[in-house]
C-alpha cells in the first residue's frame, strides 16, 4: 500500500514520522543530490537536467534525518522510495492544494497547467511528467535532431552496402537487376526519435492532453519530429520502449538524456515508485532557489531587466580595471535598480554577505536602489537610505495568495505580479558604461 507523506521546504525544526517512513528516509538522507542522481539516473533534478548548469545544486541534500525527525532544505518536487511517497512543497504556499510550484513551472517551462487543474496534492505525478514534456522536447531540439546509425536491408538496383547472399538468392532468383543488400546509414529515423514520435502521437490522442502540445512553438517542434520519423508504426511502441531502456549517451546532444527518460515515464505511465529490491529512487526535484530567480527574470524582462548568468559568464559588472566581475541576480539600466532573489523569508531582513554585497554593487554601478525580492503572506517592505554616493536598500515581498482552485490563484498571482512591477523604481539612468554588454 502507497503511503503519502507531505513535507515543506527549508523545515529544519523536522517533522515526525511513522517507523516505516523514517526507514524509508534513512535510505537517503544525508546523500547529496549528486550521490542520488549518479545511483537513480530515474531521478529528474532540475536546472541540472536541462544540460544547461547545475547551480550549485549538486551539494544540495535531499532530505536528512536529525532525532528522529524529518527535516528539508531548499527544493521542491515529489520522490519516492519504496511504498513511500514524499511530497516537499512550498512553505510559502498555504492554499489547501499548493498552487505555487505548478505556477512557477507554467511560467518558468512554458507550460498550461490551467489545462489539468493540476495542484501538487494530485496522487498522480504523471501529471507533471507530461507538463515538462513540450519544453525538455524544445530544449533538446535546439541542439538539432539526434542521429544515430541504423541498419537497412534493401532490395533494389542500386547497390551501396554489403550483399546478403542468402536473401538475393531468395529474393533474387531469377535475377532481375535487383540486389539484395544490408547498409548503416546515419539518420535521424532512429529508435529515440521514434520513442519522442510516439509519445507526442500517445499525447496527441487524449482530449485531456492535446492541448499540452497546442502552442505555436510546440506544433512545430512535434511537426520537425514527425517529418523526421516515416517509418513510424503506432504498433511498435513496445518495440521502441524497449530499444530506449539505456540512456542515450552523446557528447553534444546531452539534453535529449532528459527528454527520453520523460518519454518513458509518459509512455510507461508512470507514477512515483520505487523498487524494494534495488532500493532505486524516482522522481522530479527542482532547486527552489533557482526556480524563484527564473520565475522573476519571466516578469523582469518585461520591464527591460537583464539577467546576468554567473555559471555562463555572461552580461557581469566590471568591478576592477582588470576585468573581473560580479554577477548580480537582475539590473536594469532604465531604472537604474539591482535586485536580488531571495527565496526564503526575510522577516527578520537579510545576512550582513547579502547586504554589503547589494551596497558594493550599488557602489559600483551608481544605481539609485537594490532590493531583496522574496516570496512572502504579507506586505512587510522597507527600506534605507545610504550614506556616501547615496541610493537605498530594501525588501520587496512578493505576496503569494491562499485561494482555493488553481484558476482563482492565478488570477491573483497576476495581480501581485503587477503590483510588484509597478512597484518598481520609474527613475531612468543617462550612465552606461558600468554595463558588460558581453
Not at 119 to 126: A, K, M, T
Not at 239 to 262: D, E, G, S
Not at 323 to 350: E, M, R
Not at 418 to 434: C, I, V
Request: hydrophobic residues 35%; proline residues 3%.
Amino acid at each position: 500500500m502507497m503511503t503519502s507523506f507531505y513535507l515543506k521546504d527549508n523545515d529544519y525544526t523536522g517533522i515526525e514520522c511513522s517507523d516505516s517512513v523514517r526507514n524509508a528516509v534513512a535510505q537517503i538522507a544525508g546523500i547529496t543530490l549528486r550521490e542520488l542522481s549518479e545511483k537513480n539516473p530515474d531521478l529528474l533534478i532540475f536546472p541540472k537536467s536541462l544540460g544547461d548548469n547545475d547551480d550549485g545544486i549538486d551539494d544540495q541534500i535531499l532530505i536528512t534525518l536529525n532525532g528522529g525527525k524529518i527535516q528539508t532544505g531548499n527544493v521542491l518536487g515529489f520522490f519516492g522510495i519504496n511504498d513511500v511517497r514524499f511530497f516537499i512543497r512550498s512553505r510559502f504556499d498555504e492554499s489547501n492544494k499548493q498552487f505555487f510550484l505548478p505556477y512557477m513551472l507554467q511560467k518558468v517551462f512554458g507550460i498550461n497547467v490551467l489545462n489539468l487543474q493540476t495542484g501538487i496534492d494530485q496522487n498522480d505525478i504523471w501529471d507533471f511528467y507530461l507538463l515538462m514534456f513540450p519544453y525538455c522536447l524544445k530544449n533538446a531540439l535546439r541542439q538539432g535532431l539526434f542521429k544515430a546509425y541504423r541498419h537497412y536491408f534493401r532490395n533494389d538496383s542500386h547497390l551501396r552496402g554489403t550483399i546478403d547472399i542468402s536473401r538475393h538468392l531468395k529474393e533474387n532468383s531469377p535475377f532481375r537487376g535487383s540486389f539484395a543488400y544490408q547498409i548503416r546509414e546515419r539518420t535521424a529515423d532512429n529508435a529515440l526519435i521514434q520513442l519522442v514520435r510516439h509519445t507526442i502521437e500517445f499525447i496527441r490522442s487524449n482530449p485531456a492532453t492535446a492541448s499540452i502540445l497546442s502552442d505555436k512553438d510546440s506544433l512545430l517542434a512535434a511537426d520537425e519530429i514527425v517529418s523526421a520519423t516515416q517509418s513510424y508504426v503506432r504498433n511498435d511502441r513496445s518495440k521502441i520502449i524497449a530499444q530506449n531502456l539505456r540512456p542515450v549517451r552523446h557528447p553534444y546532444f546531452t539534453k535529449y538524456t532528459t527528454l527520453q527518460k520523460l518519454c518513458l515515464k509518459i509512455l510507461r505511465h508512470e507514477t512515483l515508485s520505487f523498487g524494494s529490491s534495488d532500493e532505486k529512487t524516482y522522481g522530479i526535484i527542482f532547486d527552489a532557489a533557482w526556480l524563484w530567480e527564473e520565475y522573476l527574470a519571466t516578469l523582469l524582462k518585461e520591464n527591460g531587466f537583464t539577467h546576468p548568468r554567473n555559471k555562463l559568464r555572461e552580461g557581469g559588472i566590471p568591478v576592477y580595471t582588470d576585468g573581473y566581475k560580479v554577477f548580480p541576480d537582475f539590473l536594469s539600466l532604465d531604472y537604474k535598480t539591482i535586485i536580488d532573489a531571495k527565496y526564503k523569508k526575510l522577516d527578520n531582513g537579510v545576512s550582513r554577505e547579502d547586504r554589503y554585497q547589494m551596497i558594493s554593487y550599488l557602489h559600483i554601478t551608481k544605481a539609485d536602489e537594490g532590493f531583496f525580492a522574496f516570496p512572502a503572506q504579507e506586505d512587510n517592505s522597507f527600506s534605507r537610505m545610504l550614506q556616501g554616493y547615496g541610493g537605498t536598500v530594501g525588501l520587496k515581498p512578493f505576496i503569494i495568495p491562499k485561494e482555493e482552485t488553481l484558476t482563482a490563484f492565478a488570477a491573483e498571482m497576476k495581480n501581485s505580479e503587477d503590483r510588484f512591477k509597478e512597484s518598481l523604481n520609474g527613475k531612468r539612468a543617462n550612465d552606461t558604461s558600468y554595463i558588460d554588454a558581453s
